[in-house]
Nanobody, 127 residues
């Protein structure tokens, strides 16, 4: 059973924008912490943005001011609005939901940390 399914990735020129969506199950949406991770080719999961159940958000320094994470309680969807995209934003974007405490950008998380993870949607930024 798929708990999270991402969409919205694609190819975009540097400076452009994309909005990613992650449709979640009701259970996944109810988790304490949801977020977006980026996996560059050959590298591990990098946490990009997290949002707590109460709506508190935090971001990696590399995307702060350019990316916005939000969620829709009616549709059970997690979003990531990305703007001013850079070449280094290229990667597979994966959403996750878990009862991670703290829900903190500075704590390393990966699929081995538990929770529910999507398959990802690819983003390619070109010059």
């Amino acid at each position: 059973q798929v708990s999270l399914a991402e969409s919205g990735g694609g190819s975009v020129q540097a400076g452009g924008s994309l909005r990613l969506s992650c449709v979640t199950s009701t259970y996944a949406y109810s988790r304490y912490c949801m977020g977006w991770f980026r996996q560059a080719p050959g590298k591990g999961h990098e946490v990009i943005a997290l949002i707590r159940r109460d709506g508190f958000t935090n971001y990696a320094d590399s995307v702060k001011g350019r990316f916005t994470v939000s969620k829709d309680a009616v549709k059970n969807i997690l979003y990531l609005q990305m703007s001013s995209l850079k070449l280094e934003d290229t990667g597979m974007y994966v959403c996750a939901a878990a009862d991670w405490i703290p829900c903190d950008i500075h704590v390393h998380r990966s699929p081995t940390s538990g929770g529910d993870w999507g398959q990802g949607t690819p983003v390619t930024v070109s010059s």
